[in-house]
């Protein structure tokens, strides 16, 4: 740059600070190490990492990690430990017990009070027993596994479909879009609840199960939720998946791959949905106790799984007509429905604050 | 001697819903002609609205062109032959937060091009490609595993420029590349289009808005208004000499870090703002804030003309 | 003595308080500003002058706070204020425009509405004068047509349009102080001329006086009289325009200097600055811009530089210039 003033007066420099507190060695030369102690990389981080990292700091979510560890760790491991099965009917030395039906927590029968006295051992009855002579725990953690697994395979139809649909979607664009949409407004206007009362009713009739299979036991109520789950339910997280990838489309990172060349299967596979992953997780972790609520909603009218197999909607149900008598048999699968929906919520929030792909760095 | 990138009449133009069966089109290139010669720079300024990244990314075929011809090296760029071309043109973007996916590692967005083109026969030999290209534009090769986040922004512009050399282009398409970066950080960046230039005779289209920027980094330049060029020519011809009254304008009213120079000069300010791409004046895009505008400016638009030594101007008036 | 300046910056500290820490974005800045005088702050990303610029207004987000020193407004130190008073101080004595006018401006009201508003709410002006007032601060910038203009949404005008009623409601109570925070960095160039035209014009006419806080040396070098640099929260460097571009005596304002191309050799090889730009989490001990220095010395890692007076209109903090000094003097005793 040219100078266009000439040099400054002799700097009265020397006259506002004492010169002699300085030494040449203080002007002497920086080396490259000692400036580098500034220049430190954080520690490489993934997102994945990171926003690990924020769920733990979570207190809520936590929790539910853990309560939900918990219960999943009692349904496994309960049937090892508890003898009885869930269809049994109580008896004592091979003689049906009568007396007991609808026993309190931790109580035992006439005749079960007889055999220990006389020497044997039974195992409590943690939540008593139902109308039918069964021990309830046993029943509440069958009916738990029932309703887990229904919610998950619910939540995994939901996602496949409508990651598939919404991912076609949401890239074509255009008229494609345009007609895959208002087919999903079509779908979000049938009446669901109808829909599986119908098709439960007609695949009764149409289907024969061999007695004593899965099918058979799960019954065709569940069959039907099951289909209806595949048909109806999977448009909310195909309109999700269609406008993440809408956002994502924007990206200049797209524009980048199509200048490079890349085909449109490699941009999908490689950028668009490894990006979508973190609302994928969000929002099947949400979608798990909608799935589980619904089912126990259709136990409790009545449409839930054949019977002796156990659902906690089907639980609750039954345990309506004692109520007044006997409110534990309500209690417990009740609150194991709330707090299986209340952890998946928390947790499906706590993803969504740690996974959250709208923070910047 | 055949320029290395030639484009002719390009024309852009994009459907707009202006009401409910009216759809107009929007100008966005309209008859652009330039070229380029091999280990060029040619720089391509204008404001916003005047179509310069349209003509950018027109050019690498990322929208396609509504009229006109690509030439690379004389043969026709269309849809055929794009794929292979891609190896030859390439582009880097603007936003470096935006233009590298958070999800990959450094080593897979350099990468990737290699994967699309099948340019390596071994993970090795990829590997060893990726740490030379990183070496190439002064990035660490310890931090080919690391996220594009991790990253500052100028870091970043770089990863931005491995990727596009990944190829081995001789046609580079710099779309605004320093314009988001910090002041003590874009003389880095310009200084590595530079040396990357001398050192593999890339040739670059380097588009920006920074007018010193451009002036330094380019052989010659070429001037937008709504979607028309108005001027081109070398670098020095069309700062110091302008002859279109928008160049001249537009050179006057750029800020310069030199207080005695730029309280000294005489500024042209224009009046008015830009007028809507969708409803272009008639003839001269310029005319409705041209101080100079005549009647023959209204009826036809002026081609460019050559006024010596190659500086091509496209006005009636001067 | 600190009564004779419009403004008077003391040792001014802000600092965030984030998830990650405190962070230090102003760590010790003082300076001083005279009616009508053009004062220049410029830095880059993590400089510290739109903090610097924002705890002056008291208008930081929730989580900055000013952690020390003071600033006088015609002797009365503010940071004492309450929020009543300065309710009533921001908009009438200081007001501000800032970057983006699309989101300055409340794009679900007309720009008459928002101008009245600032007129009404501090001025006596009611009703139909205020609307007077409000179509003259609109002429006054250089909008016609202000009668339509002021039935009109932001939305409906361009960007230079938007700066420019930005600048009407900021002047609508003719403050003393206007701060402009890269008030045309979202502009094209002929527009940016356009509002530093009128920005200049404006000074002239109404003796306010401006901070202009940019990144922009070109702006900069056009608009002021005096010019801050900052780096890391610090001042480096203060003068004159002439003083600053033309006998930088910090090594990062030389440095950015070398950095941008050079008017009279337009090709001549830019020298950049070494690094990247301070992360202000990590501050270092010393002199903030020791790790990119070249001519980083040891007492740069472990001493803040003193401010020292290089003359009359300059002054620097730089332990080269000590240097220089200690060396004309004969060296180590």
Redesign the interface.
Known sequence: MEKKDNTPKKSPLSLQLNLSKFNSYMFEKASEDEKRQQDVMSESTTFFKDGMRKLFKNPLAVGSIIVLSLIILIIIFAPLIVPYRYEEILSVNGIRDKGAKNLAPFTYSKMEQQYIEAGGSRFPHIFGTDEQCRDYFIRVVYGTRVSLIVGFFASIIVLIIGMLYGSISGYLGGKVDLIMMRIVDIIYSLPDMLIIILLSVVLQTILNFSPGSLLDSLGTNMISLFIVFGLLYWVGMARLIRGQILSIKQNEYILAAKSIGAPTSMIIRRHILPNCISVIIISTALQIPSAIFTESYLSFVGLGVQSPMPSLGSLANAARGGLQNYPYKLLFPALMICLIVLSFNLLGDGLRDAFDPKLKR | MTPLVEVRNLKQYFPVKTGLFKTEYLKAVDDVSFYINEGETLGLVG??GCGKTTVG?TL?H?YEPTAGKILYQGTEVNEKN??SM??KM??V???P????????TVEDIIG??LD??HLCSSKGERREKILHLMELVGLNAE?A???A??F?G??RQRI?IA?ALA?NPKFIVCDEPVSAL???????V??MF?ELQEKLGVAYLFIA?D???V??ISDRIAVMYLGKIVETGT??DV?YNSIHPYTC??M????????????SRK?I??QG??PSPLHMPSGCPFRTRCNHACEKCAQEMPPLTDRGNGHMVACWVK | MEDKHLLSVQDLHTSFFTDAGEVHAVNGVSFNLDPGEILGIVGESGSGKSVTAYSIMQILEATGKITGGKILFKGHDLTRWNAAKLDKFRGKNVSIIFQDPMTSLNPVFTIGNQLIEAITLHTSRKGEQARKRAAELLTLVGINEPERRLKQYPHELSGGMRQRVMIAMALACEPDILIADEPTTALDVTIQAQILELIQSLQKKMGMAVILVTHDLGVIAEMCDNIIVMYGGRICERGTAREIFYNPKHEYTKGLIRSIPNVNNMKEKLVPIAGTPINILNLPKGCAFCARCDNCMKICLTEVPEELSINKDHKASCWMNVKEAFEEQGGAK
């Open positions: 404001e916003s990314r690498l990322l794009i794929h891609r190896q390439q582009m973007f603007q936003d937060y935006s233009s590298l996916d958070p999800r990959m990737e091009p699309v083109h931090h595993t690391r996220y986040h991790e500052s100028g870091q931005g990727r190829v910090d002041v003590s950080i874009q003389a880095q310009i200084n530079e808005h007018l010193l920027v002036h330094h670098a020095d700062n304008s537009l006057s009213a750029v800020p310069i870090p030199d207080p005695d120079y730029t309280r500024r300010i224009l703002d830009v």
